[in-house]
């Protein structure tokens, strides 16, 4: 018990400083979409008391993703020290909770020209690693209020999909598959219910689709390719910069074509054209957030 209590200790500690601190607003799109983890412990706690089953519960993780500030959703879980918990997507509108994804999720994405939202389920949650692959598609309607399964995937050995992301330059979401000698990368066609195999390695694109990145799990280093060739611009396996691991926001303007890379103790501004480190920006102290404003990092 002693050691329990100790551990939960040390889990609210670093929720409370990295999962769920500061916002950091990223734009990703023409308007469409603005990542934000701005919901601070005390707050999500009151949220998530309209939950009868996570009433006393820990928080695992919380990503909150709106829609024209309108729509919201944030995954997370019912904490067991030794059972499989349930993950579970809270979707909000103007704040206010209006519906409740139950099962063991594995990730989502929103559909901004419907405020719609696609999800990944699983039947057992992991922790650590590359997680339990996905087994159902599933879809939220935001007008009809409701959720259902769309896809089921049988075969584990061509289909080890683990996490998924919605393209605004083709309106068209994608889904990583974890494998090393199979297609990386599928788009889900949602008219017809089909998984589409592509020649892409990566799911994060940029807003105009000239560029995209893959963070994928196990093999750890971010890279950056050209989305029409394939052609690898840049990745952190270079000498110093190892422990950049994290793809955070594009900067596509008419003056430059940039992505932001985070890591352990700090982010590299790197230019998309040639792979070159345009600026780095080191952790002022530990805790600190980055937001990303006006193509710069400032901590918070």
């Known amino acids: 018990m002693k050691y ?10 670093f929720s409370s400083k990295i999962l769920i601190a500061n916002p950091l607003k990223v734009q990703v ?3 469409l979409v603005t990542i934000e983890i701005n919901i601070k412990p005390n707050d999500m706690d009151q949220k998530i008391k309209t939950l009868q089953e996570i009433k006393n519960s820990n928080l695992h993780s919380i990503r909150n993703i709106k829609i024209n500030n309108e729509y ?4 997370y879980t019912n904490r067991e020290l030794h059972n499989q918990p349930d993950r579970n997507i809270a979707v909000f509108k103007n704040d206010t ?21 696609l999800y990944l389920v699983t039947d057992t949650v992991v922790e650590l ?29 061509e289909f080890y999909l683990v996490d998924i992301q919605y393209a605004a330059f083709d309106q068209n979401t994608y889904l990583y598959n974890f494998t090393r000698d199979k297609t990386k990368v599928f788009l889900f066609d949602l008219e017809n219910k089909m998984l589409i195999p592509t020649n892409y390695k990566g799911i994060y694109f940029s807003p105009d689709g000239e560029y995209y990145i893959d963070n994928s799990f196990i093999e750890n280093p971010v890279t950056l390719y050209k989305t029409k060739t394939n052609e ?3 990745n952190s396996r270079m000498p110093g910069i190892a422990h950049l691991h994290n793809f955070l926001a594009w900067r596509i303007t008419e003056n430059e074509n940039c992505v932001f890379v985070s890591g352990i103790y700090g982010v590299a501004k790197i230019n998309c054209e040639n792979g070159n480190i345009v600026k780095y920006y080191e952790m002022p102290e530990v805790g600190k957030i980055p ?8 901590w918070k």
């Open 97 to 117: 909770l209006i519906f409740v994804i139950k099962g063991k999720s594995v990730a989502y994405c929103w559909i901004p020209e419907k405020n719609d939202l």
């Open 4 to 13: 329990k209590f100790i551990f939960c200790l040390i889990l609210w500690f």
């Open 29 to 31: 799109g023409k308007n």
């Open 129 to 157: 690693g590359v997680g339990a692959p996905a087994k159902q598609i599933g879809i939220f309607r935001s007008e009809t209020m409701t959720g259902e399964i769309i896809y089921e995937i049988s075969d584990f050995n």
């Open 72 to 75: 919201s959703a944030g995954m």
């Open 291 to 298: 937001y990303v404003e006006k193509g710069s990092i400032v």
């Open 232 to 234: 690898e611009i840049w």
